[in-house]
């Protein structure tokens, strides 16, 4: 049954709670925050109806303490994954046969569990295990989590109104959204909770069935959203949550005959490879699997010399250094106007200075902890390629401490070329590129913003003359899939901004869309005739004689 007879609940994005001293929220974060250090959890992998632990216990530690230990999960192996796709195939038949008002109620009530009772748990488990402040967190696991699983109801059964809007007299034609013939993998990142939750629940709302594998950096917020699935009533083995190594979750998935698709977000590099795996076996699979992934962005704020200098400082800041600049759409280089450079410059070093980097705990630190030594060691390096050109100017930061957490202090290059290394490769961390140039140039800088990158995930323009944003709008209009006038590059928000990117980025598929979730069904038309032909002879045919 496709067609909507309901109507839904009308979305509306989730509240964002402000945490400000003495309000109640920030009680109850603390609160959380304490019981999830006394925990020590044991994260069994769920697969059917199974918690499954190998005995293979891995640590989580928060990256902002990283001799604190918050518990263990428990490594799997291709095993895991074998049973994970049985489970899945298992339960697909009865899922998707589900009406689809009862799919749908399993996740309103699952944002429901999370905009209530959840809210401070999945916070916590944000905050300490990829070290988001509270802010960050809130914006991310409760309110936008909350928000892909309302609006992606309201899609699907807009979807499923949608029907052809001829049928003529004698008969009935219509539009069965099917699921894909298969199970989909989803693959989620770290830097996002609402991500790591949607992959694979909008996969599952439109009939499908699910392997889900988290970043293990992400795996302690990712247990509490599968708690909650369990709690509003998923039913075993539509969504299987493993803890596996990629390429050896790849090495089973990316050959099975049953694989019908991945939803991806992740590295530019990792998409290439899985897209070009899956090429070297399409002749393996039953259907074309679908291959929809985000990837990298390298992304640009443009201030044109009309700008407000103080807009255009805080849009920087914000851009570049909320969640140490590991958002997909994090400002990484800008192009600034040399007329206006000086004011910003004042306004920027004013702000940088206030700011304060630690632990998610003190609610005074604006930046904390980058996710991984990995991922510290890959930044710092950058950092010291710009401190020992004579061409780069460190004006602020670049210092960094991984003793206790993976710190690394807000860091501006003002550089003397536009394609130098920092405004051309992603970085991921809290770097941002500065390049200035001279107001009559403002032209010819577009160019340079389109070329420099393979990216194209957000950007942002800030001017005051219609003229100098008409023009950077339409030059840069395949520069980025999220574009933004007068405000920093990030914040998408589900039902305002759908999120994606080209190029390099992704294939653009828009999660928080109904773009997104018509990738995850099939169409069949369907005609019914009620008073079928009976003779195969056609008018033509009649000779001149038997007129």
């Known amino acids: 049954m496709t067609k909507a007879f309901f109507k839904v609940p009308s979305p509306k994005n989730e509240p964002v709670l402000n945490y400000a001293p003495g309000s109640v929220e920030r009680v109850k974060i603390k609160e959380a925050l304490e019981r999830a250090y006394q925990m020590n959890v044991d994260l069994p992998m769920y697969i059917g109806a199974e918690e499954v632990r190998t005995g293979d216990r891995i640590a989580i530690t928060p990256p902002h303490n990283h001799a604190q230990i918050l518990g263990y999960y428990h490594r799997g192996g291709t095993g895991d994954v074998e049973e994970a796709i049985i489970s899945a195939l298992e339960a697909k038949e009865e899922w998707e046969n589900l009406p689809w008002e009862q799919r749908a109620a399993v996740f309103l009530k699952a944002a429901d569990l999370i905009a209530g009772p959840y809210r401070y748990e999945i916070n916590a488990a944000t905050m300490l295990g990829q070290s988001k402040n509270v802010y960050q967190a809130e914006i991310d696991s409760a309110c936008e989590l909350v928000d892909f699983l309302r609006f992606n ?123 070009k795996t899956i090429g070297e076996n399409i002749h393996l699979y039953k259907s074309y699997p679908r291959i929809v992934g985000e990837t990298g962005g390298k992304d640009f704020i443009l201030v044109h010399s009309s700008a407000n200098a103080k807009a255009s400082a805080t849009a920087l800041v914000r851009g570049a250094f909320e ?47 980058v996710i991984d030594e990995k991922s510290f060691d890959k930044i710092v390096s950058y950092i010291e390629k710009a401190k020992a050109d004579p061409d780069v100017e460190v004006l602020f930061g670049g210092e960094y401490d991984k003793s206790q957490g993976y710190f690394i202090q807000p860091t501006i290059v003002l550089v003397h070329r536009p394609d130098y290394v920092t405004m051309c490769e992603e970085i991921f961390g809290p770097v941002l590129s500065i390049y200035l140039y001279p107001d009559e140039e403002y032209t010819s800088i577009l160019k340079v913003i389109d070329s420099t990158s393979p990216y194209a995930l957000t950007g942002a323009v800030l001017a005051t003359d219609r003229y ?28 305002q901004q759908p999120f994606g990117g080209a190029r390099g980025s992704g294939t653009n598929d828009k999660a928080g869309a109904m773009l997104n979730l018509l990738r995850w069904v099939s169409p069949r038309t369907i005609k019914e005739t009620f008073n079928p032909p009976k003779d195969f002879r056609y008018p033509f045919l009649g000779s001149e004689n038997e007129h």
Not at 333 to 351: C, G, N, Q, T, V
Not at 479 to 490: Q, S, W
Request: glycine residues 8%; hydrophobic residues 45%; charged residues 15%.
């Open 153 to 275: 109801v309201q899609y699907m059964a807009d979807i499923y109104t949608q029907q052809p809007p001829v049928s003529p007299e004698g008969s009935w034609n219509r539009v069965e959204q099917r699921p894909l013939e298969g199970f989909v993998f989803a693959l989620t990142p770290f830097n996002f909770t609402a991500i790591a939750g949607n992959l694979p629940s909008c996969v599952a709302l439109m009939g499908n069935v699910v392997v889900w594998k988290p970043a293990d950096t992400q795996i302690y917020s990712a247990a509490v959203i599968m708690k909650v699935f369990k709690e509003a009533g998923l039913p075993p083995g539509v969504i299987n949550l493993i803890y596996v190594d990629g390429p050896e979750a790849g090495e089973v998935i990316f050959k099975h005959r049953d694989f019908a698709g991945i939803h991806f977000t992740g590295s530019t590099a990792v998409f290439q490879k899985i897209w």
């Open 468 to 495: 100098a944003i008409q023009t950077a709008t339409y030059a840069l209009r395949n520069a980025a899939g999220n574009f933004y006038i007068n405000d920093k590059c990030t914040g998408a928000v589900v039902g």
């Open 323 to 369: 969640y140490q600049g590991q958002k997909c759409s994090a400002a990484s280089r800008a192009y600034i106007s040399e007329s206006l450079w000086p004011e910003i410059k004042e306004f920027l070093l004013e702000d940088l200075q206030s700011i304060t980097v630690g632990p998610v705990e003190d609610f005074k630190n604006f930046v904390n902890a």
